[in-house]
């Protein structure tokens, strides 16, 4: 990666600093240009997303052309002298170290990753068990990645099975959820996604098969965080049973629907999920899967749980067969699955300002 991909410019003559400041970059997933005892070569200063200006160089760079996205760099905490010299460079910001490591590892990752409209992020979960709310999940990613923007689907629910798996994928190569459960603070989005299996155009976080069935939340929380940052779409698959981690994400999440079959047990089972996830998620709404008795269609579930109704799912014909056969839920350009996820994302992304990819 070069300094025009987001990589930003180190300089510095003090080994120590630049030591540690290769450190930092390597934990934001950057790849630094270096001016080590030498002058930035032409364009770099001008065209790097994010300087880092050693304070041992501010006195030989005071005076250079004013820019944005430079930060002056130093240790000494007792020094008000680096106030003045990062005015002489036209630094916004000064980062003391060891101190400012956080911070400056996140402003790193930022100028990697740029910084564009965060991904529009849906959280699916089912009202009683067994309601199709994996399947509808992987279906809404499908649609998505099919509609040509980026997608990530995140499997949440460690007791499912796995989603790999509900798509045909169990023996992709890539990280799967345990690789992840020591993550904590800074993710990097790009990394994240490299690191993970492809499968019909998306990438695909899941469970494997092994005796791991949690991830602690500080994991869940970096890992969704770092998916947001990278754009498009995130669909999260999320367990009826609401532990901290599962917390965690519903509170990333822009919407969330609730997957309740059209009888009147998975209504009475679905208000109970719906009154605990209600209070942690500001917009929630029903999807009612078919089939469908006389006067009880999807308005009529929706009123009864109090929700806003985000449309009818009619029973998919061949799922099972399909599933079997290694294709994925909503694979196909037609059919109910297919249908309700292209007209679900028509409406969801309508109002972010254009489609994001």
Not at 183 to 207: C, Q
């Amino acid at each position: 990666m070069d300094v025009r991909q987001g990589g930003p410019l180190i300089v510095t003559e003090d080994e120590g600093l630049l030591d540690d400041l290769l450190r930092l970059c390597a934990a934001a997933g950057a790849v630094p240009e270096v001016a080590h005892g030498a002058a930035p070569r032409r364009g770099g200063w001008e065209n790097a997303r994010l300087v880092l200006v050693g304070d041992d160089c501010a006195m030989r760079l005071s005076g250079v052309a004013r820019r944005e996205g430079v930060v002056l760099v130093g240790r000494d905490h007792d020094d008000s002298g680096v106030w003045q010299r990062a005015v002489g460079v036209g630094a916004q910001n000064v980062a003391l170290l060891p101190d400012g490591e956080s911070w400056l590892v996140d402003r790193i990752a930022d100028a990697v990753e740029g910084m564009g409209r965060p991904a529009v992020t849906v959280g699916v979960i089912g009202g009683r068990g067994g309601a199709g709310a994996s399947t509808l999940a992987c279906a809404l990613a499908v649609g998505a990645a099919r509609g040509g923007r980026q997608t990530m689907l995140i499997d949440g629910d460690p007791l499912g099975g796995g989603l790999d798996v509900l798509l045909g994928g169990e023996r992709a190569e890539g990280l799967r959820w345990p690789a992840f459960a020591d993550s904590r603070g800074r993710v990097a989005g790009r990394a994240l996604e490299e690191a993970l299996p492809e499968l019909y155009s998306l990438r695909v976080l899941s469970w494997d098969r092994g005796e791991c069935t949690a991830v602690p939340p500080d994991a869940m929380r970096a890992v969704l965080a770092a998916a947001r940052r990278r754009g498009g779409v995130v669909v999260v698959d999320l367990p009826r049973r609401l532990d901290e981690t599962a917390l965690e994400a519903l509170g990333q999440l822009d919407m969330g629907l609730l997957v309740v079959p059209a009888e009147l047990r998975a209504v009475a089972a679905a208000h109970r999920v719906a009154s605990v996830v209600g209070m942690m998620l500001g917009d929630l709404r029903a999807v009612v899967r078919g089939p469908f008795g006389p006067g009880f269609d999807g308005q009529e579930v929706a009123r009864l749980l109090g929700l806003p109704l985000a449309g009818e799912l009619d029973p998919e014909p061949g799922l099972p067969e399909a599933l079997n056969a290694g294709r994925p839920p909503g694979g196909g350009e037609r059919g109910p699955l297919a249908r309700f996820s292209a007209e679900f994302w028509g409406r969801a992304l309508a109002g972010t300002g254009g489609m994001p990819v």
